[in-house]
């Protein structure tokens, strides 16, 4: 298994581009997120996914979309990008059986690093 | 309180030695505690789940004091690989408690530094 995988690995994009970070995983997860880390900051939670076709807000969602048409993958979408979103994105999946009640671990992608100029 | 708060450090410790480090929550209806350790610019990864019971994984010990709402990690005969970020990990409790998709709060990490 290769795990969760990200593309790009590192990206500069200027005010106002528009861009897709990608993720995948091939471990039959339900679950799937989207982080960011700025530096010296814990990771926040962008937008979530239970299983194909649903997706929910996190913590800091504002100028980002996501899509889970497949179980594997989990797109992260910016559309107007601004300096504020220069940062480090972690996809991430977990597995929680239906009904579950613990929170599972979850396996984190290598990341992608963002800078917005 | 924050909601996971740790100590940013940097821990400076020779090799060798025993350290060890504290996490404090401020939900009491949390259900699931972990650590992960975060190498520079790499991903997170899980280093150990922390149950009530408390547990050891080789050199590492995790405890939970749920009356005080704290996690501890305690790594003996400290070895320059272990040299990382550790993130304190907790679940949100109560409305998307327990298997609740948003449920993880990441703490920012205490930062070790083993010296040869």
């Known amino acids: 298994n290769a795990g969760v995988t990200q593309t790009p690995k590192f990206r500069i994009l200027k005010i106002g581009q528009s861009m897709t970070l990608q993720c995948t995983q091939d471990?039959?997860?339900?679950?799937m997120y989207w982080y960011r880390q700025d530096p010296g900051m814990g990771l926040k939670l962008i937008y979530y996914?239970?299983?194909?076709?649903?997706?929910d807000k996190g913590e800091v969602p504002n100028g980002y979309n996501v899509s889970r048409s497949t179980t594997e993958d989990f797109p992260l979408r910016l559309e107007l990008a601004a300096p504020s979103q220069t940062s480090v994105y972690f996809c991430?999946?977990?597995?929680?059986?239906?009904?579950?009640?613990?929170?599972?671990?979850?396996?984190f992608g290598p990341g992608t690093r963002l800078l917005v100029l | 309180r924050k909601e996971v708060e740790q100590d940013p450090g940097p821990f400076n410790v020779p090799e060798g030695a025993t350290v060890a480090f504290n996490c404090t929550y401020s939900?009491?209806?949390?259900?699931?505690f972990f650590w992960y350790r975060q190498d520079c610019r790499k991903e997170p990864k899980l280093l150990m789940s922390v149950y009530s019971s408390g547990n050891e994984d080789g050199r590492f010990t995790a405890q939970l004091n749920r009356a005080s709402q704290y996690i501890s990690l305690l790594i003996r005969d400290s070895k320059l690989s272990d040299s990382a970020t550790y993130l304190c990990?907790?679940?949100?409790?109560?409305?998307?408690?327990?298997?609740?998709?948003?449920?993880?709060?990441f703490g920012k990490g205490t930062h070790l530094i083993i010296q040869p």
């Open positions: 990990v907790v679940n949100k409790g109560g409305k998307g408690s327990g298997g609740g998709a948003d449920g993880l709060t």
């Open positions: 996914s239970v299983g194909a076709g649903i997706t």
């Open positions: 471990m039959n997860h339900n679950y």
């Open positions: 939900n009491s209806a949390s259900q699931s």
């Open positions: 991430a999946s977990s597995y929680t059986a239906s009904g579950g009640t613990r929170q599972e671990t979850q396996y």
